[in-house]
């Protein structure tokens, strides 16, 4: 036994010498800048990839850039292929009208349970909702579309339809954009609550301190010192609402339409890249080329979207010693 503790001392002494221990610092550093290299090269190959072939598809002659951004026809798979087929607005109502619907659905409601959570919920209550609010996340969004399909669409068609006269189409927008606000709720939610944790405790018991009660002191002080990762939550809400793709494949159709009626079948841009998809279209034809155009679209809509959000993050952000 005592040999074992020696070796073991002996081994610890060699690892802890100045140079094995240096080496070994400089080892972890050099894991983790690859590490950070590595997710570098991959997204300047996801974007190299994704805007080769953009490009190709804008430089056919059966392309117009100006008719592709301000057109109102989408067309891609018809049988004479001109310019005026190729107009992509469609798909960009589609996607933002669900995503708009997602976004008041979703805001109130995760900005509610971020409140609660944050300011009224006892620890107890608290480890067992957070958790609970988080598994909404984790369930395939495959299963919300057909939620949808199955739940949503009926009790719209019996309220509307039969009720009202109002005419509900089986694929819909607005069911599929009440998935997608149920999806992302617990993202809403979880990053504003992490905001509003974040404001120290001093902040509440001044105002506490001037008789201010609990709700005046969630919505006037804990609110307004958290705003800019609330802001930020909700943009990225809504960031994950514009990218969503099987639920609303799912569910709102594949009728790329002008229209504002949320109760239409519409067509959103990550439903068009899904149809192609699982289509034969070869390899290089423009058809194929026309995917990677709207997927290029939808990465500079996102891209955007995350600039505003580090943006707001920036311009409101409160540094609390």
Known sequence: MLNTQNRSFSLHSFLNKPKIRNFREQLIALSLFACGIFSILVTIGIIVTLFTEAIAFFFRPEVDLITFLTGTTWRPLASKVTAENFGIRPLIRGTMMIAVIAGGIAIPLGLGSAIYLSEYASDKVRSVLKPSLEMLAGIPTVVYGYFALSF??????????????????????????????????????????????????????????????????????????????????????????????????????????????????????????????????????????????????????????????????????????
């Open 152 to 321: 949503i669409t009926p009790i719209l068609k019996q309220l509307l339809e039969v009720n009202l006269g109002i005419k509900v189409s089986f694929f819909n927008a607005f069911s599929a954009a009440v998935v997608v606000g149920i999806m992302i709720i617990p993202m809403v939610a979880s990053i504003s609550e992490d905001a509003m944790r974040a404001v120290p405790r001093a902040l509440r018991e001044g105002a506490y301190a001037l008789g201010a009660t609990r709700f005046e002191v969630a919505t006037k002080v804990v609110v307004p010192a958290a705003l800019s990762g609330i802001i930020s939550a909700f943009i990225i809400g809504i960031s994950r609402a514009v990218g969503e793709t099987m639920a609303v494949t799912i569910a709102a159709g594949a009728t790329p339409r002008m229209t504002l009626n949320p109760l239409d079948s519409v067509q959103t841009m990550t439903s068009f890249i899904v149809q192609v998809s699982f289509g034969d279209a070869p390899a290089g034809t423009i058809n194929s080329q026309s995917i990677f155009a709207v997927g290029a679209t939808l990465f500079i809509m996102t891209f955007v979207m995350n600039i505003i959000s580090s943006v707001i993050l920036k311009r409101f952000r409160e540094v609390y010693d």
